[in-house]
């Protein structure tokens, strides 16, 4: 017997699917380092979004001390405040960066795949996003979430369904993919 997964109500617009991605699915790096770098990084946790949140994490980065993985995780953090802001193309550069500095960061590949959907590059950012997956990551849900978000938009149901229920399953208390999938209905066949 094979499931198929059916829309149970219209879906949300793209646009709106990838503004999920942005404000409550980014992953933020505990990092070692100055007060600029604690303050990008409790930033990039809380999903703040304020120029003075940015400036921190660019002192951190331009002026701190940091050793490689810490500059690579302020790196992520400040490209999770672009992605709060839906400033893809700059959190997209910052993940680059990151990734330059430690290329098997899980938490950099998966955040990249994320601002990918949100360029509306779905394809890769899924397939960015599940690299990451394979290294690992530090809050997988997420990195479901925003997986399930490049499939919706690239018209697969099945594998959205899927994700979005992976990621309920890994973090029971976030309401964001329970809500999705009540979108979701599956008929057995």
């Excluded at 303050?39 to 701190?64: M, P, V, W």
Aim: net charge negative; aromatic share 10%.
């Amino acid at each position: 017997m094979s499931s198929i997964i059916k829309w149970a109500a219209v879906a949300a617009s793209v646009m709106s699917l990838s503004g999920f991605v942005a404000s409550n699915a980014s992953a933020a790096v505990t990092v070692f380092g100055d007060d600029h770098a604690q303050a990008c990084y409790q930033a990039a946790k809380n999903n703040l979004n304020r120029q003075t949140d940015l400036d921190e994490c660019s002192q951190a980065i331009n002026f701190g001390l940091l050793q490689s993985k810490d500059l690579a995780g302020t790196y992520v953090n400040r490209g999770a405040v672009y992605m709060t802001m839906q400033a893809w193309p700059q959190a997209e550069a910052d993940f680059h960066h990151a990734l330059e500095l430690q290329p098997n960061f899980g938490e950099a590949l998966v955040n990249l795949g994320a601002a990918q959907i949100g360029l509306h590059r779905n394809q890769e950012g899924v397939d960015t996003i599940s690299r990451g997956l394979a290294i690992g990551s530090m809050e997988p849900e997420k990195a479901y979430f925003n997986r399930a978000l490049g499939y919706e938009a690239l018209g697969d149901d099945k594998a959205a369904y899927f994700d979005y229920l992976k990621a309920s399953q890994l973090a029971p208390k976030w309401a964001q993919p329970r809500e999705e999938l009540v979108r979701f209905t599956v008929h057995q066949q």
